[in-house]
């Protein structure tokens, strides 16, 4: 029962364009989420949080979007670098807060010169 | 950011025997630690979560005998993986959070333990 999916395995976007990642969940009891990077044999890396209370948060190069009635949320990145070329994770938790998370699957993120 | 950080980073053992993995906060106090696993090109699960002062919980299906936690201080948590098997192999990793109110919350994770058994 995956209850955070990324539907997009991998996502290849040219240096400078814009990268979007989505993320679906199922349980309407989540209220917190998380976008985290990761590099093989390396723990996540925290990027950027969201609350439900908010349909957006912008930090930097990263925004979260948060649509709660499709149960969805997207990460954009603008513009893409190569260094950014990882996996990326959406973690939701239903305590409104950073706790007990669940994992989406992972979408693997190219980002080509 | 916090730091968390493990030791070791990278364990071979046979099967049978135990493997403790410690995890700690290196710059702020941590109440809660959280203990996932990552099998090759999967995603991470929520294994335990671990409680200073109290017992950890463990998310449905993992053996708490099998994977002992524990939190004796505020910075640090142990994980002992007791009479290992070769299923056992996976990538663990701990994490704590850091709870700034809104959207500061995150968690932070160590930088992982890749577990063989042979």
């Known amino acids: 029962d995956q209850q955070v999916k990324q539907n997009s395995p991998s996502l290849s976007v040219q240096e400078g364009r814009i990268s979007i990642l989505n993320c679906d969940y199922t349980n309407s009891m989540f209220d917190y989420f998380l976008w985290y990077k990761k590099y093989p044999a390396e723990g996540p890396t925290f990027l950027i949080s969201i609350s439900s209370i908010k349909d957006k948060n912008e930090d930097g190069r990263f925004t979260v979007f948060l649509n709660k009635s499709a149960k969805h949320l997207s990460l954009h990145i603008v513009p893409s670098q190569p260094g950014d070329s990882a996996v990326y994770f959406c973690a939701a938790s239903a305590l409104g807060t950073a706790s007990k998370l669940t994992f989406g699957t992972g979408t693997r993120l190219q980002v080509t010169l | 950011g916090a730091v968390v950080s493990q030791h070791p980073s990278w364990v071979i053992c046979k099967s049978g025997t135990s493997v403790k993995i410690e995890c700690r906060s290196l710059?702020?106090?941590?109440?809660?630690m959280f203990w996932y696993r990552q099998f090759p090109k999967q995603s991470l699960m929520l294994m335990a979560t671990?409680?200073?002062?109290?017992?950890?919980?463990?998310e449905q299906g993992v053996e708490k005998d099998k994977f002992l936690i524990n939190h004796a201080s505020l910075t640090l948590s142990t994980l002992t993986v007791t009479s290992a098997h070769p299923e056992d192999s996976s990538f663990y990793i701990c994490s704590a959070p850091q709870l700034a109110g809104g959207e500061g919350d995150t968690q932070y994770f160590g930088p992982g333990t890749r577990l063989t058994v042979l």
């Open positions: 710059d702020f106090q941590a109440t809660t």
């Open positions: 671990s409680n200073e002062g109290s017992k950890a919980t463990y």
